[in-house]
């Protein structure tokens, strides 16, 4: 079969077709919720040690300056949190600015040994040009004596409900 | 046919196959608009940068671009130069823009002063967060736009950069 119209093959066409296709498939259309975009954990690694993770998906970063956690009770005593090195860019608008992508582990000193609740606020954005609005992302921690069960309470919590909760933040 | 000719040919399907694309993601529109979006949005009532109350029921009758933005999102800020000019060109043909700031006072004020923004700007805040949400972005996602017809009826959102042409397009027709 001849599959050639005029000098342009079928392939041609289709490539020229993919090459819009795949443009809207990169468009805004497909972006992920903020919780998918942006996935967060935080346990306990050892007693007064709490990792926090950022699991990033591709296409999309996080802006270091801009996470927030806070302990509910504040006497749970949040330490300074530790960030590993990010991605600096020069943005044209807000010179330079540090940057994370894929995998981002941070670690938060905590006085409490018992329960509290962490509260993380973030905001990130899609290569596609969109950002999110910040995000409050929360996790329950309980501080167990010993380092080896030390663990969060909400790990069996249904990804849902902690979806539910996701609230915007309070400025 | 030489390979100059099949270049150019080729490059004309790319574009057509890029044009039809842009016209089908433009009508299916970044988010879906939910219905009743633009009378809620019209309903709108948000304070200025001077903190006077503002209700956009005001700019009813104009065509009107509600542009959701924020001072801590790049891509937000780098359309607005474009809406700047599209104010002072198509102002007196009825458009209206309005800018919805989802951020703090102060630092929209600064930003306002820097791109000499020529169109109203409300503070959002929470209340313009939930409104974003029920004009149907429900990612949450900035920038952001609305466009109403003078009779108060949605005819475009889009999620994502804007610029002069594509915007023109869709304000075009109803101005």
């Not at chain 1, 006497?75 to 020069?90: N, Q, T, V």
């Not at chain 1, 950002?131 to 409050?136: D, K, R």
């Amino acid at each position: 079969m001849n599959l050639r119209i005029g000098a342009i093959s079928v392939v041609e066409l289709l490539v020229a077709a993919c090459t819009a296709c795949a443009l809207s498939a990169a468009a805004a259309d497909d972006l992920l919720a903020p919780e998918q975009a942006f996935r967060f954990s935080a346990r306990l690694i050892e007693p007064g040690l709490v990792e926090v993770r950022y699991r990033i998906a591709n296409g999309y970063y996080m802006y270091r300056d801009k996470f927030r956690f806070t302990a509910i009770p504040q006497s749970a005593g949040l330490g300074e949190a530790r960030f590993p090195p990010g991605k600096i860019k020069d943005d044209e608008f807000f010179g330079r600015v540090e940057t994370y992508r894929g995998e981002l582990l941070i670690r938060l000193p905590v006085k409490s040994a018992g329960a509290f609740t962490l509260q993380a606020v973030s905001q990130g954005c899609a290569d596609v040009g969109v950002c999110y609005i910040p995000v409050t992302q929360i996790e329950r921690l309980v501080a167990a004596r010993s380092s080896d069960d030390a663990t969060k309470s909400g790990g069996d919590e249904p990804d849902l409900l902690r979806r539910l909760r996701d609230a915007p933040p309070s400025r | 046919m030489k390979r100059p000719g099949r270049i150019a040919l080729f490059l004309v399907a790319a574009v057509s196959a890029l044009a039809a694309g842009y016209g089908l993601h433009s009508w299916n529109s970044a988010t879906a608009p939910v219905s009743g979006g633009a009378e809620q949005l019209m309903a709108a009532t948000l304070p200025d940068m001077e903190g006077n109350f503002q209700a956009l029921a005001q700019w009813r009758g104009k065509v009107i671009v509600v542009n959701f933005w924020a001072t801590w999102c790049p891509p937000c800020l780098k359309e607005i130069p474009e809406f700047v000019r599209m104010q002072e060109k198509l102002g007196p043909h009825g458009l209206q823009f309005v800018g919805i700031a989802i951020d703090n006072r102060d630092k929209v004020r600064e930003f306002a002063a820097k791109f000499r923004i020529n169109y109203p700007i409300l503070i959002g805040e929470m209340e313009g967060i939930e409104l974003v949400r029920r004009v149907g972005n429900d990612r949450g996602g900035l920038p952001f736009t609305v466009i109403v017809d003078r009779k108060g009826r949605l005819i475009g959102t889009e999620l994502g950069g804007l610029n002069e042409q594509k915007l023109t397009a869709i304000v075009a027709p109803a101005l």
